[in-house]
């Protein structure tokens, strides 16, 4: 008998390409759909969710759908509903986080929690965090609530509990983690709460201590669809693994790689899961590639699509992606291909510095405007937040209307904000609401009641908050420790007050930055985003640096520093009609497409980051690249300068390993008459010396062009030689190579260093 709904089944596979319909129209078992960039993704689960219930090889409430953000999973219903021509009512279409309150609502009673437990957002955890800290005698400033609980995070994304955690802990800062955790546990369970991670290990401990909850939502869910696989953490990886079965083999203990065997439990093994290796780009988020790249491993019977026809880009831009995306060892092999044409080839540009390469970029944005693109068509990527300073600067100054996605403009983000208001109290000591801002940022122990008692003692006197401050022992009711803390605080405030009215504005930041323990608390708290904080100061730093460079004789100081600054931060910047250029990092715009996309920054140390360098992460830096590459439709502008301002210094800039990865005929100019004669791809990092790539070798093909150009002065170095870096201290040169490259290992770490003589920071000792 024809299935009443073959007509409908053939409408919903019309239009979709070979590849796209057998992944909709496969049957039972494990299922990879390996997506390329704009291949479609979203439209293939959709079809396959529809197509499942249209065949009755499911119910809708028979079907677990997992997206990773709410936008996303909203979306997919909307697509859904679309195609069956009725609501959804019944499917389990959400986030993993979701998906697993509603499980817990039903069956937290067999882990002895309510029914109506509380689920303690980021800001309840780390309040939650600082009360087991403080219970431990944590110093609050040397280590934040917020690092602290960034380890518990990680911790239970590995399904580590305070008991595993304290057994593998190494060193003091781990078993002090642990005294914490220890604490923050029991205190969460007394509280008959969860935090977020919670959500997913609760899950997981459920699946696995009572079979029969196992096996009712095995049962229950026939088909189990999961979106952007290639971000699963190991929490989630074995979530998935008890509710479908299958997954790797008996072992017990640590499988290759640390990671837990778990024996996998029976169960239908009908998981389909969409993803691409090659842009697994959240590691920092515990993030684990291996779950997608071992997935035949798992399920050896797995059926295998590749989604490799792009509807987004040009073959220009597909080229460039293909190309550089092959550096990477160990993923699955596809190739983009697209039936949009060639397009324009990709335009590649090294400019003198930061502030030229900004002019050009909006000099190009000006130039597409007025060719008639509308500004929402328009994108600039950047590797760090803190890179959006020069190009908002410029976008201000030729009134082009702009906006930030995933972040804050910079002057509106709190740590430039903090480091404003500490300026402005020292230029106005009657600054009630910069005084506020910051006494108790980073913290002193200042809570609101002090700071209330000072402010109503100053009002009272009718004097500045800065005089009343001054005096802390005179303010009725303050205690002896906000006492102390205050006079400390005030104590620093008058030796930068004494230095503002004659240092240099960046030597006066620099200097607030250190003596108030801003950067101190940051660097405390051991996270990405402190990290970015404490870039985005570095950038406040530069902006002084660039006032005190430009301003004339007598036009300085620090009020008219503050003028300026006011004026920038307060330009008008609102919506209209022809909408907002976008600005954001690279993680940011994964998922996004734009025309007209200007990826800017692309030097060695900068993209790739130097801490991912560091870090052993140059593939995951790569897939980043490819992300941005993708996101280009029609054109595609890639930017780097020959110097930029980096910690203060002025530093050579060395282009990207990946701009040497792509194939020199998708690039509007060959690479070789891009840049400074000699340079070549020397730069930054190689004059700096954290040019090594993923294992601590020279990046392969970094050197080349030194070793065929040895044109220009070179500071001639011998084997044995004794120097001294500016950064890195003492050490012994030991290597000499062609085009003034020196190796030289340093004394304090014993790490061996790739230096360009000319132009490190280096004096013989």
């Known amino acids: 008998m024809q299935n009443p709904h073959a007509e409908y089944i053939e409408e919903l596979l019309e239009g979709l390409n070979e590849p796209q319909r057998e992944a909709v129209t496969h049957g039972e078992g494990p299922l990879l759909i390996l997506a390329g960039a704009g291949s479609g993704k979203t439209r293939v689960l959709a079809h396959r969710i529809a197509y499942l219930i249209h065949t009755d090889q499911a119910q809708a409430n028979e079907i677990l759908a997992i997206t990773f953000t709410n936008k996303a999973a909203s979306e997919m219903r909307e697509r859904v509903e679309r195609l069956l021509g009725h609501a959804t009512r019944g499917m389990w279409l959400m986030t993993f986080h979701s998906a697993c309150a509603r499980i817990l609502r039903t069956d937290a009673p067999r882990l002895g929690y309510t029914r109506q437990f509380t ?45 595993e955690y304290r057994s593998t802990a190494a060193g003091p800062f781990e078993e002090m983690v642990a005294d914490v955790y220890d604490i923050y546990e029991r205190d969460l369970v007394r509280m008959n709460a969860m935090d977020f991670d919670d959500l997913l290990f609760r899950v997981v401990n459920l699946l696995e201590l009572f079979d029969d909850v196992r096996e009712r939502y095995t049962e229950m869910f026939r088909h189990v669809l999961v979106d952007e696989y290639q971000d699963t953490n190991h929490a989630q990886y074995r979530l998935l693994q008890l509710l479908v079965g299958g997954g790797r083999a008996p072992g017990g203990g640590e499988g290759e790689g640390g990671r837990p065997s778990y024996a996998g439990p029976i169960g239908h093994r009908n998981l389909a899961v969409v993803g691409d290796d090659a842009q697994s780009i959240y590691s920092f988020r515990q993030a684990d590639i291996r779950n997608i790249l071992d997935f035949q491993e798992d399920f050896p019977d797995a059926r295998v699509v590749k989604l490799e026809q792009n509807y987004r880009s040009t073959e220009t831009i597909l080229s460039a992606a293909n190309a550089v995306i092959a550096n990477n060892r160990g993923g699955i092999a596809k190739r983009l291909w697209s039936e ?112 209330a008692r000072v402010i109503s003692h100053a009002q009272t006197l009718d004097v500045p908050i800065w005089e009343a401050a001054a005096s802390p022992q005179e ?11 205050l006079d400390r605080f005030m ?53 002084g640096r660039e006032f005190d460079t430009a301003a004339a004789p007598g036009d300085g100081g620090l009020d008219v520093f503050l003028q300026e600054i006011a004026l920038v931060a307060d330009a008008d910047t609102r919506s209209d009609d022809a909408g907002l250029i976008t600005l954001m990092t690279l993680h940011n715009a994964k998922g996004l497409e734009y025309p007209t996309v200007f990826i800017a920054g692309c030097e060695e140390g900068v993209f790739p980051h130097s801490r991912a360098l560091d870090e052993g992460g140059l593939e995951e830096e790569r897939r980043l690249f490819y992300v941005g590459i993708t996101r280009a439709m029609r054109a595609l502008y890639l930017t780097y300068a020959r110097r930029r301002a980096v910690f203060g210094a002025s530093t050579i800039g060395l282009r990207s390993r990946f701009l040497d990865e792509i194939p020199a005929e998708v690039l509007d100019e060959p690479l070789e008459s891009v840049f400074r004669p000699g340079l070549g791809s020397i730069g930054r990092r190689a004059m700096h010396g954290a040019g090594a790539g993923e294992n601590g070798a020279a990046a392969p093909g970094a050197w080349r062009e030194a070793a065929r150009d040895p044109t220009g002065p070179v500071t001639a170095y011998r084997l044995g030689e004794d120097i001294v870096h500016a950064g890195f201290g003492e050490g012994v040169v030991t290597g000499v190579e062609p085009g003034g490259v020196i190796v030289v290992r340093f004394a304090a770490d014993g790490s061996e260093r790739k230096l360009m003589a000319e132009y490190a920071p280096l004096q013989r000792r």
């Open 119 to 163: 689920i303690y957002d980021q800001a309840d955890a780390r309040r939650l965090t600082k009360r087991a800290a403080d219970a431990v005698g944590v110093d609050p400033k040397r280590y934040t609530p917020a690092a602290l609980n960034n380890q518990i995070s990680a911790a239970k994304n590995q399904l580590r509990d305070a008991a």
């Open 340 to 451: 949009l044409g060639q397009g324009e080839q990709i335009h590649l540009r090294g400019l003198d510095d930061e502030h030229a390469e900004a002019r050009y970029v909006v000099g190009e944005i000006e130039r597409l405007l007025d060719e008639g693109a509308a500004r929402s068509e328009i994108a600039v990527l950047y590797r760090t937040n803190a890179m959006s300073r020069v190009i908002e600067d410029t976008l201000v100054r030729r009134e082009i209307a702009y906006q930030v996605i995933g972040g804050t403009k910079f002057y509106e983000r709190a740590e430039i904000k903090d480091a404003i208001a500490y300026l402005t109290l020292l230029a106005n000591p009657q600054d009630l609401v910069s005084f506020t801002r910051i006494a108790n940022s980073p913290r002193r122990g200042l809570g609101a009641t002090s700071l």
């Open 475 to 485: 303010v009725p009711g303050l205690g002896a420790a906000a006492v102390k803390a």
């Open 491 to 543: 104590s620093t405030m008058h030796e930068l007050r004494e230095l503002s009215g004659e240092a240099p504005i960046a030597e006066l930041l620099e200097s607030l930055l250190s003596q108030t323990g801003y950067v101190e608390a940051l660097e405390a708290e051991r996270s990405i985003e402190a990290q970015g904080r404490i870039e985005n100061l570095e950038q406040l730093v530069e902006v």
